[in-house]
């Protein structure tokens, strides 16, 4: 069993930054892909971010030059870094982590939190 925990979200004024966390624990033989994603009341989920295993990273375009992914593999965490945040950037946040278990198939499932909410005033 997976399980990821977030941790970081809360209320900040526009122009302010947040670092979100994600950690996964359980029977991990391996990580590969991790990502951020958001969901604004009303809408779609959406991708924030990616990063694969080597660190090669995918951004939003919205996001892009503001917030910055990362990870700790000896951690199984990923990171969010959310400057200069703005009001549209108001949304439940949840990380993703592509999992390979010790025991079960020899491949990666995809394992989500529960999410953690930001909320940016204005």
């Known amino acids: 069993q997976v399980q990821l925990v977030e941790s970081g979200g809360g209320l900040v004024q526009a122009g302010g930054s947040l670092r979100l966390s994600c950690a996964a624990s359980?029977?991990?033989?391996?990580?590969?892909?991790m990502g951020w994603y958001r969901q604004a009341p009303g809408k779609q989920r959406e991708l924030v971010a990616t990063?694969?295993?080597?660190?090669?990273?995918i951004y939003a375009g919205p996001v892009k030059g503001r917030f910055t992914i990362s990870r700790d593999n000896a951690k199984n965490t990923v990171y969010l870094q959310m400057n200069s945040l703005k009001p549209e950037d108001t949304a439940v946040y949840y990380c993703?982590?592509?999992?390979?278990?010790?025991?079960?198939?020899?491949?990666?499932?995809?394992?989500w939190g529960k999410g953690t909410l930001v909320t940016v005033s204005s």
């Open positions: 990063i694969t295993r080597g660190g090669s990273t």
């Open positions: 359980g029977s991990i033989f391996s990580i590969n892909a």
């Open positions: 993703k982590q592509a999992v390979v278990a010790v025991v079960g198939p020899h491949y990666a499932v995809d394992y």
